[in-house]
């Protein structure tokens, strides 16, 4: 009797506490059930500032709630999550990178049966230069469904800043030096991630080119170059795609923290463009979560216990408003809301791994950029043994490295990609790489954090005389040469240019194969643009193959093998030198030296920094067009296995009466199938603004033509495609004058052209006077002016 009363006992209390313990979860109005403004109502103060404020990063030596730091992370290796409130049914959002896949990690220790991997998917550069936005498109679909299905909620991407010179750390993550290419990539890939349900981040907003003391340094930016160049892209991204939530960036602009302007959060960002979701911060960015959050930067990640005191406090003094509090409140909840986490998505923690994996391949061979290709030397179609040298021939570099890197289960090499397409390689050649890189991998540093970045293996050395056995050996040589980058550092002159073991391999080889009458290909596995002009004409062709994923030893071989035509284009000018760069003299910036720190008492901040954007609108291509200086390689280049004409571009009046069509046909006149980036750029009057002297208005990439099929494609352009912005009127402005529209396949390489006459000055849309430097650098107005 007493034994059973025990039992009824127990399951009694146990019953009990679990009706108290739902009932303590269930004792509020429950978002979802009831208006969003009776949940907000119902919230404490301190509730409030808890959502608004991450729940911290498990990392030593960074201070966690010990609350927090009991509750089990959802999703391991995820860069963040917000607080849950349980009683009025609030669960925690779970956030991860990036741009190239979902970032988690892939063994956990409460699961030591399964793995955890992710795709990894070719870097956003890549991308770009695959110039096709529905490609980019189903990366995102792909990539998003990953994310909904290891229940992650916002994927913390794409990333789009401005490659505003070719050395920025992280330009590999981001897509080009172009606004409107830029804002259209992001635009595609946030739709694609979104349509299945699952939130974006585009970041980092804004003018984050440089790593340099990425959490001090000041970017001092006229306003033209501002509208026109570093916020353009997101103004695209955020006007057609409606991203979840913008993710503000480290640096200040202008004096101003980013996270902490309001003029770039809540004047430009919701009341210009638009924006309806939430701003979260950069992982630590600024230094005022009160700030942060006055200024419409809603969500403070990856957040710590003392910017919620900072903001409860500020709300009790009267520093910050109720209202203000109560409408970030409100986005953040609507974010819940829309959640895969909120709807109760059942994620499977089995994405379509395989599936995945073939969209990676695919997208990887579509962004690949055929520099140089003499005497047809490729496609490889009758040589089949390969002679095949550099480092990364063995050890490709998928991705880069910082929080843009994937866990991903396996790399295709190119020996492995080669094999498999059926060429043969020299045994011993392979086995020498394979050995030295394992030696030199085994006194490399092991990875700390999610910094760092991996040292560069120094290229192995090849005898001469092996080389020469090898040209009569083999039909032809192939090369890689290798480029690393990563968050928190820039890369230096030094790694943009050749070093002298790369220079002697290249000779080597190439006059070893060259005395045989046969042919050297270099593929060039880089993060960003390196020196061309000095080694090109030793080589025979040049394949530009990005960091291409972990199925680019495939996606390689399909392009050198002619299964895939070629088709990508570069998305940035490759200059001839870097001092031709036009921020050469002014990146990544200067240390403020005495100056007193902005974040004191972090290792991890830096130094106070300032980066003066001296050369305004001109970058990229507007510079080197407008000076007339030769680029190595232009923006928008690249070729392919076959050849295409441009015929009947017509425009469709000679007076612009708000908007104008041009079409023009396309004609593939060579041998093999292939697809051509047509690109529509336009030119206009100086009177009053100065202007480069071309700008990519619009673009499109044909269909597969086959050999003699044509395609015909339209452009539209609005007023607002021709306004440039004024900052003496804070307006978009068409000065009237004459417009040339010029279609080309390249920045170079115009093919027809037309001109359309303004009659009178047009205002487009009238601005606010946001973001104004606060000390009016001369060279500045002479980037929006003048010149
Ligand atoms: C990076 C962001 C990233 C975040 C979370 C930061 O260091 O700048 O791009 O999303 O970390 O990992």
Not at 30 to 43: C, D, N, S, Y
Not at 467 to 475: G, L, P, S, T
Not at 748 to 767: G, H, P, T
Request: glycine fraction near 10%.
């Amino acid at each position: 009797m007493f034994r059973a009363s025990g039992i009824v006992y127990l399951i009694l209390s146990l019953v009990a506490g679990g009706v108290l313990a739902r009932g303590a979860q269930t004792n509020g109005p429950q978002l979802g059930k009831i208006p969003l403004r009776e949940v907000i109502a119902a919230m404490t103060l301190e509730e409030k500032a808890k959502l608004l404020v991450g729940m911290g990063m498990n990392i030593p030596g960074l201070p966690i709630d010990p609350e927090d730091q009991r509750v089990p992370e959802k999703v391991p290796g995820a860069a963040g999550r917000t607080h849950a409130i349980a009683r009025l049914g609030i669960p925690s959002l779970t956030l991860s990178d990036g741009p190239a896949g979902v970032r988690i990690d892939p063994v956990r220790k409460d699961d030591p049966s399964r793995t955890y991997y992710a795709t990894g998917f070719p870097v956003a550069t890549l991308l770009a230069s695959s110039w096709d936005t529905e490609l980019v498109r189903e990366v995102g679909v792909a990539m998003g469904s990953e994310a909904r299905d290891y229940g992650i909620d916002v994927l913390l991407a794409p990333a789009m800043n401005i490659h505003r010179n070719p050395l920025g750390g992280r330009n590999f993550e981001y897509y080009s030096e172009d606004p409107l290419l830029s804002g259209k990539m992001a635009a595609a890939f946030v739709k694609g991630v979104q349509s299945v349900g699952v939130g974006t981040s585009i970041k980092h907003f804004a003018a984050n080119n440089q790593e340099f003391n990425r959490m001090q340094s000041n970017s001092l930016i006229g306003e033209r170059a501002l509208r026109e160049i570093y916020l353009k892209g997101f103004e695209i991204a955020v006007k057609e795609a409606q991203p979840w939530t913008v993710m503000s960036a480290y640096n200040l602009i202008n004096g101003t923290y980013a996270s902490q302007s309001r003029d770039l959060l809540t004047t430009i960002l919701r009341d210009e463009w638009g924006f309806k979701g939430v701003v979260m911060s950069d992982w630590f960015a600024g230094n005022d979560p009160v700030a942060q959050i006055r200024a419409g930067n809603d969500l403070i990640m990856p957040g710590v216990p003392m910017q919620i005191r900072a903001i409860v406090e500020a709300v009790r003094r009267g520093d910050l408003s109720g209202r203000q509090l109560d409408e970030s409140v409100e986005r953040v909840l609507r974010l819940i809301l829309q959640s895969p986490t909120f709807k109760g998505y059942k994620y499977s923690n089995q994405p379509d791994l395989k599936a995945h994996a073939q969209v990676a391949r695919r997208a990887a061979s579509e962004g690949m950029v055929l520099l140089k290709n003499e005497g047809g030397t490729l496609p490889l179609t009758r040589a089949r043994r390969v002679a095949l040298y550099g480092n990364a021939s063995y050890d490709l570099i998928a991705g880069g490295a910082g929080s843009g890197n994937v866990n991903k289960a396996y790399v295709v090499s190119l020996d492995r990609g080669l094999a498999a397409a059926g060429y043969t390689l020299i045994d011993s050649l392979r086995e020498d790489y394979l050995r030295y890189l394992t030696e030199q991998k085994a006194k490399q540093p092991a990875q700390r954090s999610v910094l760092f970045i991996p040292p560069p293996v120094p290229e192995m050395a090849i005898a001469t005389d092996r080389v020469r056995r090898d040209a009569e050996e083999a039909d032809v040589a192939l090369i890689t040469l290798a480029r690393n980058s990563g968050e928190g550092a820039d890369r230096k002159v030094e790694e943009f240019t050749l070093s002298s073991a790369e220079r002697a391999l290249i000779e080597a080889v190439s006059d070893a194969f060259h005395a045989r009458g046969k042919r050297v290909i270099v593929v060039l596995n880089v993060c960003g643009p390196v020196e061309v002009a000095s080694w090109r004409d030793r080589v025979d062709a040049i394949l530009l193959a990005w960091q291409p994923g972990q199925e680019g030893g495939h996606a390689i071989a399909d392009v050198l093998s002619g299964r895939v035509n070629p088709s990508g284009r570069l998305p940035m000018t490759f200059p001839i030198k870097y001092e031709d760069v036009p921020s050469a003299r002014n990146f990544p910036g200067r240390e403020l030296v005495g100056k007193k720190p902005l974040i004191p008492d972090n290792p991890f901040a830096g130094k106070p920094a300032e980066v003066i954007y001296e050369e305004g609108i001109y970058v990229g291509y507007r510079y080197y067009s407008t000076a007339g200086v030769e680029p190595a390689y232009e923006f928008g280049y690249g070729l392919s296995y076959t050849d295409f004409a441009y015929s009947d571009f017509k425009v469709s009046a000679a007076r612009f009466d708000g908007q104008v069509k041009a079409t023009v046909t396309i004609t593939n006149v060579g041998k093999v199938p292939g697809r051509e980036v047509v690109q529509l750029y336009v030119g206009g009057p100086t009177r009053n603004l100065a202007r480069p002297a071309r700008e990519l208005k619009a673009f499109a990439k044909t269909d597969l033509l086959r050999p003699g099929q044509s395609q015909t494609l339209e452009f539209t352009l609005r007023a607002a495609d021709l306004a440039s912005f004024d900052p003496v009127r804070s307006a978009w402005v068409v000065e009237a004058g004459t417009y040339r529209l010029m279609v080309g396949a390249s920045s170079a390489r115009i093919k027809a052209s037309a001109e359309i006459e303004v009659k009178s000055d047009l205002v487009v849309e009238r601005a606010h006077r946001a973001l104004v430097p606060q000390v009016v650098i001369e060279e500045l107005r002479l980037g929006s002016r003048g010149r």
